[in-house]
């Protein structure tokens, strides 16, 4: 009956080499951090709690949004409701989510997304986070990635990248050219109880600037103080990632199958079309 929220124990060392094995094959930089989820609506909350923290003008944490500008996400109309939900969970309100509209292919319409933004900015309103899927939930179509890395990259925005399921794509040599463009992303979510295979619930987001990550969530308190020796020793601890402390050990589901993946019996790191995977 493990509490993994932290501690000096083999469930947060667990959760950690699973956070090292993911940033490897998301090709994400060793600085970036991760949590387990229950599954990917609360990754995506997660996300965009931490787009807003880093993004927001202002120190949301202390001042939240009184009198503040509106601060503006935007994803296609294909994009899960799980994202209307976090905007709406985050005190945003329904009007700050402007969903755009799709192309033949059901993928987001980056002309249509540039007008808005820019009209936005005109109102006085804060664009923070572009929301892209990896493989809608209707029909698994995945938008543009790398032209909204560009975009995000000169609008100054956070991209995350919904790949609830899509994301997985990047373990199988045929399909990761689909979501070619997901490793530039700010933030990933995805779960591992649907191509993963692995029993629910098991949800993750990467964070690439895990210090980010850590500012949105962390806040200290007397009984959990960080100690040199015992349980209260190691870090990083996950209650530190997201909004649970208690948390059982989701990590083990995943754990044991990923290191059967797609690797070279020898141990070495296997080219799957240019991702590097490398396994214990
Ligand atoms: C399944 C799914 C979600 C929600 O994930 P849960 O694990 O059910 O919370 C979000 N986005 C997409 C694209 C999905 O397919």
């Known amino acids: 009956n493990t509490n993994a929220g932290g501690f000096d124990q083999g469930a947060t ?10 940033k490897e094959m998301m090709e994400f930089p060793r600085t970036a951090s991760g949590i387990l989820t229950s599954g990917g609506s609360v990754a995506n909350l997660v996300a965009l709690n931490v787009a807003r923290s880093s993004m927001a003008p202002f120190a949301i944490r202390a001042t939240g949004h009184a009198q503040q500008a509106r601060m503006m996400v935007y994803a296609s109309t294909e994009t899960h409701n799980s994202v209307q939900r976090a905007v709406e ?5 329904t009007e700050s989510l402007a969903l755009m509209p ?9 002309s249509a997304l540039r007008a808005r933004v820019s009209a936005d900015r005109r109102a006085g309103h804060v664009p923070f ?8 939930v209707n029909t698994g179509a995945v938008d543009p990635l790398d032209t909204l890395a560009d975009f995000c990259r000169d609008e ?3 991209l995350h990248v919904d790949g609830a399921f899509g994301a997985l794509a990047v373990w199988s040599p045929q399909l990761a050219p689909l979501v070619a463009g997901i490793e530039l992303a700010d933030s990933i979510a995805f779960d591992f109880h649907k191509w993963g295979q692995v029993p629910y619930d098991a949800g993750f987001l990467l964070v690439r600037d895990g210090e980010l990550h850590r500012q949105t969530f962390a806040s200290p308190a007397s009984y959990l103080r960080r100690e040199t020796r015992g349980l209260a020793a190691g870090a990083p601890w996950p209650s530190d990632y997201g909004p649970d402390l208690s ?24 080219d799957l079309g240019g991702r590097r995977i490398i396994k214990k």
């Not at 799709?102 to 980056?110: C, E, G, P, T």
């Not at 986070?129 to 809608?136: D, E, L, P, S, Y």
């Not at 948390?247 to 296997?270: E, H, I, M, Q, T």
């Open 129 to 136: 986070c572009i929301v892209a899927n990896a493989g809608t």
């Open 102 to 110: 799709v192309d033949d292919a059901y993928r987001l319409d980056i």
């Open 89 to 93: 969970l985050m005190g945003l309100g």
């Open 156 to 158: 100054k925005l956070w």
């Open 247 to 270: 948390r059982g050990f989701r990590a083990l589901k995943p754990w044991f199958p990923l290191p059967a993946r797609p690797r070279d019996v020898s141990g070495k790191s296997v």
């Open 13 to 22: 060392y667990a959760e950690l080499q699973l956070l090292d094995w993911l």
